[in-house]
């Protein structure tokens, strides 16, 4: 036999690496580096498939669908906030609140294509937990009652999700111009309160967030107990 002929013949499957096993966690590493390099929107079963060198449907075995696979996505990406101001014992646990909350934000910034999305997807993850885990246990440092730090975390956790969602995407740069534009334009005869405050309306000054968590935070520590009665 020549040597063309050796290197003709065709490779037996045998003789090829074996592909990794499949995993719920191999899954979601691998939608995490297409969601990086190409956006969320790219983040398919399809997508997976090829990239895992499978089938869509194999994907299905451990992702039911792609809104739990982007909520899976969600909670690995959740492993970059810092944690560390909940595990501090020095300074006021509100500013420390602020500056939990404020590393939140700046993850979903760092993925505006994920930002909007995780105003609807549900984390059900340890990585998710322990941002929960994090934000309770500062407001029970305040004294917070259990009840309203219940509920409180859900209205800390959904500001700051809207907050980062509002500046997501190149779409909503364009359509927060709108807003500003007509708000700018507004006719004092028919909008004066708008007119006279419009410079204040669209102001984005660095502290804007930490004023909302703040209003927030005094809310939940002064608001009615919630009607919660445990079964």
Do not use: C
Not at 66 to 76: I, R, S
Not at 118 to 124: F, G, I, Y
Not at 141 to 166: F, I
């Amino acid at each position: 036999m020549t040597s063309t002929d050796r290197t003709s013949t065709p490779r037996s499957r045998r003789e090829r690496p074996a592909k990794p096993a499949l995993s719920r966690s191999g899954i979601v590493a691998a939608a995490v580096r297409v969601l990086r390099a190409e956006g969320l929107g790219k983040v398919t079963m399809r997508r997976l498939a090829a990239e895992l060198d499978t089938g869509p449907a194999s994907l299905y075995v451990y992702v039911r669908n792609t809104d739990e696979l982007h909520a899976a996505v969600l909670d690995a990406l959740l492993a970059e906030v810092d944690l560390a101001p909940a595990r501090d014992t020095g300074g006021d646990w509100r500013e420390r609140l602020t500056r939990l909350l404020t590393s939140y934000r700046d993850m979903l910034f760092r993925h505006p294509s994920l930002a909007r999305s995780a105003l609807t997807v549900h984390p059900s993850g340890e990585h998710y937990l322990d941002l929960v885990e994090a934000v309770l246990a500062l407001l029970r440092e305040g004294g917070v009652s259990d009840a309203r730090a219940a509920w409180g975390v859900d209205l800390l956790l959904q500001h700051v999700t809207a907050t980062a969602a509002e500046h997501a995407g190149e779409d909503g740069t364009d359509t927060m111009e709108a807003a500003f534009t007509a708000i700018d334009e507004a006719s004092p005869a028919r909008h004066p309160e708008i007119a006279r405050l419009a410079g204040v309306l669209v102001a984005g000054a660095p502290g804007r967030l930490a004023w909302g968590v703040a209003t927030l935070i005094a809310g939940i520590e002064t608001a009615p107990e919630p009607p919660y009665h445990p079964s």
